[in-house]
């Protein structure tokens, strides 16, 4: 059965007790009307589900743009500002290893060179003097100008 001295869980005036208390018995109306659905940001749903409601019960008492909790607002909301809150979850680090390297073996230099030719005369392009611009370089290394 419904007990209606006390907020439904889930109304706008629970949401605002709530919040208030846990920004530690003061919000702006502002901040209190984002938290809520839309058809309750009017002024009027505003000031008839949340500040009405929460006058009626004695639970806040109403500044110029504030709501501030009184003790028996603080005490309702003890009692359920804990559900509202996500549960924090303790970050445990975790140590990284060490990085390990792959030992490379030496570069083998033999097994990159060309194979033998498998037929004579396919390395005979090898010999032919290459040609940059107008200077000649032959394979022994001699540049001809």
């Given at each position: 059965?419904?007990n209606?001295?006390v907020?439904?869980?889930g109304?706008?005036?629970?949401?605002?007790?709530c919040?208030a208390?846990r920004?530690g018995?003061?919000?702006?109306f502002?901040e209190?009307?984002?938290?809520l659905?839309?058809e309750h940001?009017?002024v009027?749903?505003?000031?008839q589900?949340?500040?009405?409601?929460l006058?009626?019960?004695?639970?806040?008492?109403?500044?110029?743009?504030?709501?501030?909790?009184t003790?028996?607002?603080?005490?309702?909301a003890?009692?359920h500002?804990?559900n509202?809150?996500?549960?924090?979850q303790k970050?445990v680090?975790q140590?990284?290893?060490?990085?390990?390297?792959?030992?490379?073996?030496a570069?083998?230099?033999n097994?990159?060179?060309?194979t033998?030719?498998?037929?004579?005369?396919a390395?005979d392009h090898?010999?032919?003097p290459?040609?940059?611009g107008?200077?000649?370089?032959l394979p022994?290394?001699e540049?001809?100008?």
């Amino acid at each position: 059965m419904a007990n209606p001295s006390v907020p439904r869980a889930g109304s706008p005036a629970h949401i605002a007790i709530c919040y208030a208390v846990r920004m530690g018995g003061t919000a702006r109306f502002s901040e209190i009307v984002q938290l809520l659905k839309p058809e309750h940001q009017s002024v009027f749903a505003f000031r008839q589900y949340v500040i009405q409601a929460l006058l009626d019960l004695a639970y806040v008492t109403v500044g110029d743009d504030f709501l501030k909790a009184t003790t028996a607002g603080k005490e309702y909301a003890g009692k359920h500002v804990g559900n509202l809150l996500p549960q924090s979850q303790k970050y445990v680090g975790q140590i990284v290893p060490a990085r390990s390297v792959v030992s490379t073996a030496a570069l083998d230099v033999n097994r990159l060179r060309h194979t033998r030719p498998i037929r004579p005369g396919a390395d005979d392009h090898l010999q032919i003097p290459s040609l940059m611009g107008n200077t000649r370089k032959l394979p022994s290394g001699e540049v001809i100008g």
